[in-house]
């Protein structure tokens, strides 16, 4: 079995998280499923740029949106079982669904529904106050409020290449997770989510996805690929896949290629950051 991980930052310019990354997906699966892992495409963000920095402009996100739509596409036609988008606010998620005919996961639902089967409510550490804000509107229009303890910030924010910065810095992030941690059990959750991808391969590095007394710290990443390797699995002896209804209707072919031709999109091809 073939998971294409899709992240949404340029992994040429984060080999810290790629290569964590790359050894955690191994270790999770074991001989279960083998994740490749694939970035944004190289100079996706302007040199200097954190991806968090980018991406709370609606119109920066929207617009790389497209590349994980482009990825799901490459990924079916590459013969991956399931696609394991690794961004937490889970970009793009019903455009991809509704491409292609593999499993396509989304982390943060991911997280949240998996998190409704371990405890009664869950509760989210994010890098910043923005994504606290962007991930508990998330939370409610999955219809997830009530099983929703709400979302807390690192204190004081911090953006995805200080996850990546020396050891002082490094054991000042440990405690500011420590101490959100506590905030967000004092408000009633008793399953904690690092809200975060490279958030979450920080923490597996160091070894800190422990439980905090006797509420768990969910392995937000590897419970991602377990997922897609579950869809991928039920996929293939069940034959379950998405509703073309209403929210996953998929285009034909012909009306991708025209809408890909006039907004002047090139032909698909690879490209991604990661381990090509």
């Known amino acids: 079995m073939r998971i294409w991980h899709q992240s949404f930052t340029d992994l040429t310019v984060m080999p810290l998280y790629r290569k964590t990354l790359t050894e955690h997906a191994a270790k999770v699966m074991g001989a ?3 994740v490749t892992i ?27 949106e497209m590349q994980v739509c482009d990825a799901a596409m490459v990924a079916q036609s590459q013969g991956y079982d399931a696609v394991a988008i690794g961004c937490f606010f889970d970009p793009a998620l019903r455009a991809a669904r509704s491409l292609v005919n593999i499993p396509v996961l989304g982390l943060g639902e991911t997280c949240a529904l ?19 804000a962007d991930y508990s509107d998330m939370m409610h229009a999955y219809g997830l409020e009530r099983r929703f303890a709400g979302a807390i910030a690192l204190e004081p924010a911090i953006d995805e290449f200080s996850l990546e910065a020396d050891e002082q810095l490094a054991q000042a992030i440990d405690a500011r997770f420590e101490t959100a941690c506590a905030h967000m059990i ?40 377990q997922h897609a390797a579950f869809f991928a699995r039920i996929a293939r002896t069940t034959g379950a896949g998405v509703s073309r209804r209403q929210m996953y209707l998929q285009p034909s072919s012909a ?22």
């Open 32 to 34: 279960d499923a083998s």
């Open 38 to 64: 694939h970035g944004l495409r190289p100079g996706t963000y302007a040199p200097g740029c954190a991806p968090i920095d980018a991406i709370k402009h609606r119109y920066v996100a929207a617009a790389l």
């Open 114 to 132: 998996v998190a409704c089967s371990l405890g009664r409510k869950f509760g989210l550490v994010t890098l910043c106050a923005d994504q606290s």
């Open 186 to 225: 004092a408000q009633g959750a008793d399953i904690i989510i690092p809200a975060d991808g490279v958030l979450n391969e920080f923490l597996v590095r160091r070894g800190r996805l422990q439980a905090q007394g006797d509420v768990p710290v969910m392995d937000s990443l590897g419970v991602l690929f």
């Open 255 to 276: 009306m991708v290629a025209h809408v890909r031709a006039f907004a002047g999109q090139a032909p698909l091809s690879h490209g991604f950051s990661g381990d090509q």
